[in-house]
């Protein structure tokens, strides 16, 4: 088990979280939907982190506004989390757990929508509690495995089960 410290997204310098996004994930991670969807948007500063095993970077989590436009008309906001980056040298040790943990305590008071992503469900349902059972009708503005497209309820907050796009939010901060 790491033990790291958790500080704000904005104590790291960009370049490096980039440089962290593209070990964990690869180059060619602008080709994912989940980027289409949060085009044009800045992280949300409450519920993004960094995680320093002294002056490394060693993990990232950003958190950004999105919503579900409904086929209805109606609006529902979201808090879209990913990624969730570890460094490669450090994985499976913990601290994509400790990172989650921490969002969602946070998210418990912050967030002001349920939580979405786009990732393992293998993980982040095992763990964390996320599931498809309200994300079958969501769409994303692109292609994407609907068994990835993942929910959960926070605070008082429930994900609508709606059919409808999700979309960036950039209004909310
Ligand atoms: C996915 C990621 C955030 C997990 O963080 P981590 O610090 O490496 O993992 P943790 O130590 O928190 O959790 C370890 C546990 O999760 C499991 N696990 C880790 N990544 C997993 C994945 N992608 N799918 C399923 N299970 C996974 C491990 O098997 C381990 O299980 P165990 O406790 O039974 O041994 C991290 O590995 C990462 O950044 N990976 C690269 C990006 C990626 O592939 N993301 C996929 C999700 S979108």
New binding site residues.
């Given amino acids: 088990m790491i033990l790291v410290e958790l500080k704000p997204l904005n104590r790291a310098v960009d370049a490096d979280v980039e440089n962290l996004l593209d070990q964990?994930?690869g180059a060619d991670r602008f080709t994912r939907t989940a980027y289409r969807v949060r085009a044009g948007l800045s992280p949300l500063a409450t519920l993004s982190f960094s995680a320093w095993d002294g002056d490394a970077l060693v993990?990232a989590l950003q958190s950004w506004a999105v919503a579900l436009a409904g086929d209805d008309g109606s609006r529902h906001p979201l808090v879209m989390v990913?990624?969730?980056?570890?460094s490669?040298v450090?994985?499976?040790?913990?601290?994509?757990?400790?990172?989650?943990a921490h969002m969602l305590a946070i998210a418990a008071d912050a967030a002001d929508g349920a939580l979405m992503?786009?990732?393992?469900a293998?993980?982040?349902s095992?763990?964390f509690g996320f599931d498809t059972a309200a994300t079958t009708g969501w769409r994303l503005p692109g292609p994407f495995d609907p068994a990835?497209l993942l929910a959960r309820p926070v605070g008082e907050f429930v994900p609508p089960n709606l059919s409808g796009m999700i979309v960036g939010d950039p209004q909310r901060r």
Avoid: E, I, S, T
């Avoid at 990913?82 to 570890?86: K, L």
């Avoid at 450090?90 to 989650?100: A, D, E, I, L, S």
């Fill in positions: 964990a994930f993990g990913g990624p969730v980056a570890v490669p450090v994985q499976r040790g913990g601290m994509g757990k400790q990172m989650m992503l786009v990732g393992d293998p993980y982040y095992r763990f990835r």
